[in-house]
């Protein structure tokens, strides 16, 4: 017979792991309906050549395996699922730019604030 000892020690560990994977899954969803939002307000859009250029760039890279892919994302639901992907992928990029380019802006301010404080 074989006794396990520390049940209790499982018990909470299986609890915090339960309450990480809601705020993990709550993250995912607040984020996913931001990018969504965030993507409608600038008018980005997936068309349908992007998820075929993505298909065959996915289908390149598998090599041997390049029919099963094409094969795999003939499927409306697969198709779905890579148009979101390419959405918020485009998005991120839409927003990283668009950071970078207000960061770029914010440092010659800052050079002159500092220069004029200097002299």
């Given at each position: 017979?074989i006794v396990c000892g520390g049940g209790e020690n499982l018990g909470h ?13 709550d993250f995912q969803v607040r984020s996913g309906l931001l990018l969504l ?73 800052e050079a002159a604030s500092s220069t004029g404080a200097e002299g």
């Open positions: 017979m560990e299986l609890q915090t792991l339960r309450q990480n994977s809601v705020v993990e899954a939002e965030v993507a409608k307000a600038v008018g980005i859009e997936v068309q349908a050549a992007d998820i075929d250029a993505e298909v065959e760039r996915l289908a390149q890279g598998a090599g041997d395996y390049a029919d099963q892919v094409r094969y795999m994302y003939a499927a409306p639901e697969r198709r779905d699922e890579l148009s979101y992907s390419l959405l918020e992928d485009k998005t991120v990029a839409h927003l990283l730019q668009h950071a970078v380019e207000s960061e770029a802006a914010a440092v010659p301010d």
